[in-house]
C-alpha cells in the first residue's frame, strides 16, 4: 500500500512538473500562448494592402516592427545571410520569410518610407513566418507575413518612437 501511494505520488509530481515546464515554454510573457504553424500561408507574401506588393520593383506596404541584431538581442541567433551578429547601429533588417525568398534578397538594400521620410537599410535576416517559439527564435512567434524587422538604427533615422515599436509604412525593393 505505501508503495502504491508513493508511485501515486511521484507521477503527480512528475506530471505537475512536466505541465509546468510546457506551460512555462509555450507562454511568452504578456501575449500568451506561443504557436509556431510550420508552414507558410498560400501566396508566400502579404497580398491584402497591394495586388502587386509581392513583386520586385513595387513599392509594398508593411508594418514596420523592432529588432536588436546584436548578440542576447531579441533577434535570437546570427543573421542567415551571413551567419553574424550586426551592431544595433547598423541600418539592417529582418524580412518576413516570403519577402525574404530564400535568402534571394540578402545583402540587399531597400528603401523603407514613413510620414514621408526614408531610409536605406540591407536586410541581412529572416523574420520567420513558420518557425517560432524556441531558443533560434528567442521564444518569440512566428513573424505575420508583412514584416520588415529593423535595427533600432532604421528606427532613429526615420524618427520614430521605438516604444511604439510597430509602424505602418512601405518599402521598395532597390
Avoid at 543573421?79 to 535568402?103: I, P, Q, R
Avoid at 517560432?132 to 524618427?159: F, K, M, Q, R
Amino acid at each position: 500500500m505505501a508503495t502504491a501511494k508513493a508511485l501515486a505520488t511521484m507521477a503527480i509530481f512528475l506530471l505537475v512538473a512536466l505541465s509546468t515546464s510546457y506551460i512555462a515554454s509555450s507562454l511568452r510573457p504578456g501575449l500568451g500562448v506561443c504557436r509556431a504553424s510550420g508552414y507558410l500561408p498560400a501566396g508566400n507574401c502579404e497580398k491584402s494592402n497591394d495586388p502587386d506588393s509581392c513583386e520586385d520593383g513595387k513599392s509594398t506596404k508593411a508594418v514596420l516592427t523592432l529588432n536588436g541584431f546584436e548578440k542576447g538581442k531579441d533577434g535570437g541567433g546570427p543573421s542567415e545571410c551571413d551567419n553574424a551578429y550586426h551592431s544595433d547601429e547598423e541600418m539592417v533588417v529582418a524580412l518576413s520569410t516570403g519577402w525574404f525568398k530564400n535568402m534571394a534578397r540578402c545583402r540587399h538594400c531597400i528603401k523603407i518610407t514613413v510620414n514621408g521620410n526614408s531610409v536605406y537599410a540591407k536586410v541581412v535576416d529572416e523574420c520567420d513566418s513558420m518557425y517560432g517559439c524556441d531558443d533560434d527564435h528567442n521564444y518569440e512567434p512566428p513573424c505575420t507575413n508583412n514584416i520588415v524587422d529593423a535595427s533600432p538604427a532604421v528606427w532613429n533615422a526615420l524618427g520614430l518612437d521605438q516604444n511604439v515599436s510597430m509602424e505602418g509604412i512601405t518599402w521598395f525593393d532597390e
